[in-house]
């Protein structure tokens, strides 16, 4: 084997590495095995979901009495992109949210596209998240039931951003409070400053 060969099969390994990584975590969460979900991140990792903004290490007890009150929500998620620089990784990941929800009698199947941005460091030699952020770009809603129609009325969406509006709209029906600053596809402005950010914590490597 080359040199260079060598240097392509090492860095292969570090993408996979990151990939199995962001995989696990949100395996872990949706299985409940907390212990593996809580050693994917590091202690002062930071999370901003749809309904948590916060330190990594109240965040799995947080997902717990979340999955209590509102049980049966899955991810899918798909590594797509992993930027390293030495001890340094940002990895962007194609994912689906979906879950199951019955409003006004009416069961609901409902599906939210979108990218989850990591930061990852290496600590010790091992691989760890800093950071969870999600990226939303459109959301989908329908009656599990063909024959029945949703139970509410398109105006009383309007007030929500179109790259999560039906998950906003769910949540408040749940007795959660939504945030509207989220990261979306849908502010593009936004998003472009937040990748610039994160490039430039990337470059920043020692």
């Not at 696990?24 to 590091?42: G, K, L, T, V, Y």
Request: with cysteine; hydrophobic share 35%.
């Amino acid at each position: 084997m080359t040199p260079k060969q060598e240097d392509r099969l090492l860095a292969m390994l570090e993408r996979e590495e990151l990939f199995d990584l962001v995989r696990r975590e949100r395996f872990a969460r949706d299985q409940e095995h907390w212990d593996i979900m809580a050693d994917c991140f590091h202690p002062d990792a930071h999370i901003r979901t749809s309904w948590y903004d916060g330190n990594g290490v109240d965040y799995i007890p947080a997902t717990k009495k979340l999955m209590e009150k509102s049980p049966g929500g899955k991810h899918w998620i798909f590594p797509g992109l992993a930027r390293i620089n030495s001890s340094r990784a940002l990895v962007e990941s194609p994912g689906v949210i979906m879950n199951r929800v019955t409003i006004g009698g009416v069961e609901l199947e409902y599906q939210a596209f979108c990218r989850y941005q990591n930061r990852a460091e290496r600590r010790d030699d091992v691989w760890r998240l800093l950071t969870f952020e999600v990226i939303f770009e459109r959301d989908t809603v329908r009656p599990c039931d063909p024959g029945k129609r949703l139970p509410f009325a398109w105006e009383e969406l309007e007030r929500f951003r179109p790259s999560y509006r039906f998950l906003a709209y769910l949540q408040e029906s749940r007795g959660f409070t939504p945030s509207h600053e989220l990261l979306g596809d849908d502010r593009p402005n936004e998003l472009r400053a937040f990748h610039e950010t994160e490039l430039r914590w990337l470059r920043e490597a020692a």
